[in-house]
């Protein structure tokens, strides 16, 4: 009887960056705009759609072996799960979210302490008030089912998700503190770590999906170069260890090869043509494993 391995996806604001990755990885994964059982051309995974913020409790009571979810949801259900990796992206940028105390713009409130005996909403209810207690500040906390930062009119201050304050800022709120960051994390069922086939199986695609978040902004770069120019090129190329070089027919040419970030690439591409570095390729990456 075949095996396999049941891999929860975050359904909602993760799931194309998610998707993104898992393709990036080698993964072809499709699915229907309402399905919830993409498929994959991976006979030894079977994957299930869940929200983010149930991930850690389905992983936990076993329903799925694995998960990807925010360390924030891990923290909010105090699931008694193993985190295998972490992945540093989110749904617009490749950065940590922000779970921040914000108020409205005219506010009297400059710290969490200004809030003593007040109302804050937000879905994060547990971190939430483990924050505040934390600073022995009594507050109500309620659950927002939502439109979080349209209640924060109606209430003394709210705990909402942010990337890079700028809906928060459309919005006429401001910043008072971080509650915490939070990052996207691989977990697994404690008992399914414990079968050796599915641990391997994990650890495969863990380290498949490292090397393709590792090459989301990157490139690599080739070219040719003249022999006696070598160590002008070199010292323009940053390079996790020194570039690959490799001898041509031609004696007095070399052909260079490195792989580094794609922002550095749009500068480095007219300088090094100056030096007079010819044929150069800018090539896209899937993965890049350490």
Do not use: C
Not at 176 to 191: A, F, G, I, K, Y
Not at 241 to 260: C, G, H, Q, Y
């Amino acid at each position: 009887m075949a095996r396999n391995v049941k891999l929860g996806l975050p359904k909602g604001s993760l799931q194309e960056s998610t998707f993104e990755m898992m393709r990036r990885a080698g993964f072809d994964i499709s699915s229907g705009s309402r399905s919830l059982f993409p498929t994959v051309d991976d006979p030894e995974l079977e994957i299930i759609q869940f929200r983010a913020q149930e991930m850690s409790r389905y992983v936990e009571d076993g329903v799925v072996d694995a998960g990807l979810t925010g360390h924030d949801w891990i923290v909010e259900n105090g699931s008694n799960v193993i985190e295998v990796s972490e992945f540093v992206y989110a749904k617009a940028r490749m950065v940590p979210v922000r779970w921040v105390l914000a108020v409205p713009l005219d506010s009297s409130v400059e710290s969490a302490g200004d809030l003593e005996g007040g109302i804050v909403a937000t879905e994060l209810v547990n971190v939430t008030r483990a924050f505040f207690e934390n600073l022995g500040v009594q507050v109500k906390v309620e659950f927002s089912w939502g439109a979080t930062e349209a209640k924060a009119r109606l209430v003394d201050g709210i705990v909402d998700v942010t990337e890079t304050g700028s809906s928060l800022r459309a919005n006429g709120l401001r910043v008072v503190d971080t509650v915490m960051e939070s990052t996207t994390r691989l977990v697994v069922n404690r008992d399914t770590w414990q079968d050796d086939w599915k641990r391997s199986k994990i650890e495969d695609l863990a380290l498949l999906l490292m090397g393709a978040l590792a090459a989301r902004e990157k490139v690599g770069l080739k070219m040719n170069v003249p022999r006696d120019k070598l160590d002008d090129v070199s010292k323009l190329l940053p390079a996790e260890r020194s570039p690959t070089i490799s001898n041509l027919v031609e004696a007095d040419w070399v052909a260079v090869e490195v792989i580094l970030p794609e922002t550095e690439e749009r500068q480095l591409v007219p300088q090094l043509k100056k030096i007079g570095a010819s044929g150069i390729i800018v090539y896209p990456l899937n993965k890049v494993i350490p």
